[in-house]
């Protein structure tokens, strides 16, 4: 049996008037996910408990079959072990993301222009951090680059209990009642203003600026955490497992599980990645022998915290045209039954352009017909509800997945 997960990130949403009071799940047109849906079962599940935030972190671990509430130590501990950095039991990461902030004399009276600096490169991001980090690392400080504008931060010899945001809940807002406090807020609050010296007349951000973009203004912290220790996925479930994502918070949750994580030329985690090779690397790993793929793709949730409704739209249709149509067409020729779902982490509406920890729209379709009666004429939210199909928690829904 082989086992494919479509993860669209943040893709369900409310209804949006613009759209005639219909979602971007609605409103897309996805004749794969829909035919999923009309010999599947269909329904609604809670990703994320009431007792943690609602994100992708938590989100995603729920998906792949762990209780947040047992094992989540935080965001970017998951993120560093993508990286490639080795976290000691005293360690604490935080998240840097390189920020778009308002032209200000003080800092404090900044607002949030964009959480991901308009989606830097990460070339020019990494040629960023680096001037950061020749200024701001020491002993027991040290800045990483990782992809775009995500970028990771390790202070040795720490504990957590810093309070911080995370930038893309404030995009549009002014900063001064979101900057860090707590155990080490002086000292990240610090980091942060001078991180705005070092950028402001950085030649990557002057490029950037006569050609339009948004300057990475900031570094801003968030996300702390220690070493993470998940259970094998083999352990729990019995299958190899393959990660597939352009984003290092996917790919370290699934190298903590045992999974191999795979890398895709062009995988930006936006509207414009490789969907493409996406979907080949996920053939190529059953091809190989994989049990289990897992297919993670960002750009509905960057669509999402963007306030761009055609955009989350076009990055649904993307999915199900160019990775749920090639990869469903590989299973049904396989030779091999198979079990293909589909569904996202959380909800990332474009009304509040952050995440909610509403339950979400999922669909699973078992080349052995043995779903039940929970089949809908289409894949979204409204259908979803429709069916009275409701589970509980994702390691719930990996049970149901599995067929355990």
Known sequence: MKYVIVLTDGAAD????????????????????????????????????????????????????????????????????????????????????????????RFEDAVMVDYSAGEITTEEASELIRAVAAELNADEIHLYPGISYRHCLVLSQADT????????????????????????????????????????????????????????????????????????????????????????????????????????????????????????AAIDALKRGRDFVYIHLEGPDECGHHADTEGKITAIERIDARILAPVWEYLRGCGEPYTVMVLPDHPTPVSTMTHARDAVPFVVYRSEGSCGTYAAEAYDERHAAATGLVIADGPSLMRYFLGK
């Open 14 to 105: 409310y209804p949006i008037p613009a759209l005639g009071d219909r979602t971007p799940l609605e409103a897309a047109v996805t004749p794969h996910m829909d035919e999923l849906a009309k010999h599947g079962a269909c329904g609604l599940v809670k990703t994320v408990p009431d007792s943690v935030k609602p994100g992708s972190d938590t989100a995603n671990l729920s998906v792949m079959g762990y209780d947040p509430t047992v094992c989540y130590t935080g965001r970017s501990p998951l993120e560093a072990v993508s990286m490639g950095i080795r976290l000691e039991d005293d360690d604490v990461a935080l998240r840097c993301n390189l920020v778009t902030l308002s032209d200000t004399a």
């Open 161 to 280: 209990g810093t309070d911080c945001t995370p930038p893309h809940d404030i995009t549009g807002q002014p900063i001064a009642g979101y900057l860090p406090s707590g155990r080490y807020g002086d000292m990240l609050l610090s980091m942060m203003k001078r991180s705005r010296e070092i950028l402001r007349d950085h030649p990557v951000n002057v490029a950037r600026r006569a050609h339009g973009l948004n300057a990475a203004t900031s570094c801003w912290f968030w996300g702390e955490g220690k070493r993470p220790a998940l259970p094998a996925f083999r352990e729990l479930y019995g299958l190899s497992g393959t990660v597939i994502s352009a984003v290092d918070l996917i790919k370290g949750i699934g190298l903590c599980a045992g999974f191999e994580s795979i890398d895709v030329e062009g995988a930006t985690g936006t509207l414009d990645t490789n969907f493409e090779g996406k979907a080949e």
